[in-house]
């Protein structure tokens, strides 16, 4: 080895130790009589100390050369710093190493960004250079920090009786909510394989073949549009049990996180996390991701303006609509031009307008106030001794109002409070319909997988009233992001089947994409269930970054592209005829 100690692990129990280090030159100060050298490495930083007149002409021509991100091997003795320099900011901060020796390993060009300069480098740059943009101190804290976090996560699962076992990733290309990455097969010309969006089908398959209690740490992949929290490629924390209930996952799980978090970040969660009901947190929250770090829950106000003569609210309640809305308790700081943002919100989320009243000790401020009657303002009316407070209301079909009030309430929320990042309030969403109508409102869709086991009490109603049937689902939520869902699946054949026919799959389709997990559910398979929760989604949110690429080593651009590698490129013309492919490029317009 290079080194006999690294730079964080230094402490003032080393002092008058002779060590070796080895690492990146963070900064060089000289101070005439002395120079200064701040030495990097993963675990941290360590300054150097160089007495110029104690130190040979051959050392002291060497340290002169020194620049930033210079690579270097250092021997000297650990002294306790001076006490008027010492610096509490950094673990190694009482001590320094005074250098006796020091090679150059290799030199640096100058780079295209500071490192060690606060002022944020564009995220192209970043991409581009990102075997730089990697060395950052704050990087790096966030990869180590998940690798340990994942090291947790597996010494739990190992210890609960889980098997870690790998999944293909080239299978077959089977719907499961997004386009599919395809992968041709020289072998089988005309063939392709697809890489996995999940291991939901293998993972399934292995509580068919007995194994119990299966975990995988998996790559998935989905060819999708992207965003902040969405790459191409990710990665679960992928559980699947037998013999289990909806109950057991979720408590497994909340001890999963429990362990990895106190270990990790040394945070105690409060478990069992809040279940919310689906409708309860559509109806309260607008939303089935409730953020819980605020309050401004939402209810129901349609008895109070069952009379109202307001022309907009009446069309709706005859249309048999609701009027919904939520209390800002701190209205004093929420003003006209905020209201008049909000009101341009709920408009270009197709609302006529927000409806507002602001209830003050001397009087009240309202668009509708001379269209309002006594006993409704009386019904609103907040407590006494309340100073300035806000109602916000919507009228008009119950599902279509409950996403904009969502988006108003988390819009207003962003305004008023300082949201912390890592107030972590994490919930359970439950019972959600089995299926849904797709966009097109054309046929059934799953609303999760069509693999999701309604619960037993509603399966009469798959003959005459899907709409009524619940799933065995359930949604894990941070922060309002859901970071992971899983459900009890479907082990029996021929309620699979039926499933697959509501959904409008013929039988010789899912017969040919599914058959052989239709002959697996034949042959004993296990009630079971699981979880797959977003890791990277996950490191996000605890790390309190705005983005994934921010807990990804080489993430992706919006558009799915690899500054720095290039990918996706050209490949070589002899690759594609052996694979049987024709580009075909659609022609620029003569425009």
């Not at 020194?66 to 610096?87: F, H, I, M, Y």
């Not at 009786?161 to 909510?177: N, R, Y």
């Not at 005459?464 to 009890?488: F, Q, W």
């Amino acid at each position: 080895m290079l080194r006999t100690h690294t730079c964080g692990e230094l402490n003032r129990a080393m002092v008058s130790q002779q060590v070796v280090l080895a690492g990146w030159v963070f900064s060089v100060r000289d101070h005439g009589s002395l120079k200064f050298i701040d030495l990097r490495d993963r675990s941290g930083v360590i300054q150097l100390v160089c007495s110029p007149g104690e130190m040979s002409p051959e050392l002291v021509f060497r340290v002169n050369q020194l620049r930033d991100e210079w690579v270097v091997q250092v021997k000297g003795t650990v002294v306790l710093r001076p006490p008027e320099t010492v610096n509490p900011r950094i673990p190694t901060g009482e001590i320094e190493v005074k250098i006796s020796d020091l090679l150059i390993l290799n030199s640096c060009q100058t780079l295209p960004f500071e490192l060690s300069s606060p002022v944020q480098t564009g995220e192209t740059i970043r991409l581009v250079y990102r075997f730089l943009d990697l060395r950052r101190p704050q990087l790096q804290k966030n990869l180590l920090v998940r690798s340990s976090f994942v090291h947790v996560l597996r010494e739990f699962l190992i210890e609960e009786g889980f098997a870690e076992i790998e999944t293909p990733m080239l299978t077959k290309s089977t719907p499961e909510g997004a386009r599919d990455f395809i992968v041709p097969s020289r072998l089988n010309p005309g063939r392709f394989y697809a890489l996995p969006q999940s291991p939901q089908l293998f993972k399934q398959l292995l509580m068919v073949a007995g194994y119990d209690r299966y975990f995988q740490i998996a790559r998935c992949f989905r060819d999708e549009d992207l965003r902040a929290d969405r790459q191409p490629e990710f990665t679960q924390v992928d559980l699947e049990m037998s013999f289990v209930d909806e109950d057991d996952v979720m408590s497994l799980t909340e001890r999963l996180l429990h362990r990895a978090i106190k270990k990790t970040f040394n945070v105690e969660l409060k478990i069992p996390f809040p279940r919310i009901n689906y409708q309860q947190a559509i109806d309260h929250y607008g939303t089935d991701k409730p953020d819980l770090r605020y309050h401004l829950t939402i209810h129901d106000y349609t008895p109070v303006f069952q009379t109202s003569q307001v022309e907009v609210l009446k069309k709706a309640l005859q249309a048999g609509g609701v009027v919904r809305g939520f209390t800002v308790a701190e209205g004093e700081k929420i003003s006209a031009t905020d209201i008049q943002e909000f009101d341009r919100l709920v408009k270009e989320r197709g609302q006529t307008g927000l409806g507002w009243i602001r209830f003050r000790q001397d009087g009240l401020q309202s668009p509708l106030k001379k269209f309002l009657e006594a006993e409704t303002l009386q019904a609103l009316r907040p407590e006494p001794g309340s100073k300035n407070t806000l109602f916000f209301f919507l009228a008009g079909a119950r599902e279509k109002i409950a996403a904009v009030l969502g988006e108003l309430r988390t819009t207003v929320a962003e305004k008023l409070y300082r949201l912390d990042p890592y107030d972590w309030r994490f919930c359970w969403v439950v019972k959600f319909p089995l299926l849904e109508f797709d966009p097109e409102g054309r046929r059934w869709q799953s609303r999760h997988h069509p693999f999701t086991s309604p619960f037993p009490a509603t399966i009469e109603a798959l003959d005459g009233k899907p709409e009524e049937i619940t799933s065995r689902a359930y949604d894990l939520v941070l922060n309002g992001t859901e970071i992971g869902g899983g459900s009890i699946r479907i082990h029996q054949r021929a309620l699979q089947e039926k499933i697959f026919e509501i959904i409008g799959l013929p039988r010789e389709k899912y017969l040919k994409q599914f058959g052989f997990l239709l002959e697996a559910l034949d042959c004993g398979a296990p009630p079971h269930g699981g979880i797959a929760l977003g890791l990277d989604r996950l490191m996000m949110l605890l790390l309190g970054v705005s983005s994934i690429r921010e807990v990804m080593a080489f993430p992706k651009t919006q558009k799915g592209v690899c500054l720095m590698t290039g990918a996706p490129g050209e490949v070589d013309e002899i690759l594609l005829r052996e694979n049987r492919l024709r580009v075909e490029l659609p022609q620029k317009s003569e425009q």
